[in-house]
């Protein structure tokens, strides 16, 4: 008793079964979250790659129609300016996999079509190499 009020002691802090429904409650929604996060991240990927062929082969039709010859290889892109560096293969992590295709016309050489290097498919079963 102090000055004639009876004063309790109060505890702070969690008990332990709070601190375990909490971590309970966390791991069931990370058990939810994350095979979205990665799902996520593998279709960012598709897209990524597929954009960067897109880009990749407009650029080798716009130096073919401007020189009148495919390029020897994919730096000719970037010394002719038509890109400040190669794009990268998003799946592989690397400019220096994709697979370079010569022009149907065996009279003419060069990178007519460009193809990922990756292993693997897509999400809906298509190879890489095939986009």
Known sequence: MVNGLDIKTKRTGFTLIELLV?????????????????GSVEKSKEVALKENLKVLRISIDKFYGDK????????????????????????????ATWQLVTPRDSEKSGVADVRSGARGSTRD???FGQL
């Open 68 to 95: 009148g010859e495919y390029p020897g290889t994919l730096a000719d892109l970037v010394t002719h300016q038509y890109f400040n560096k190669i794009p990268v293969d998003p799946v592989t992590e690397s400019a």
């Open 125 to 127: 079963g298509i190879p």
């Open 22 to 38: 909490v971590l309970a409650i966390i791991s069931l929604l990370l058990t939810v979250a994350l095979p979205r996060y990665f």
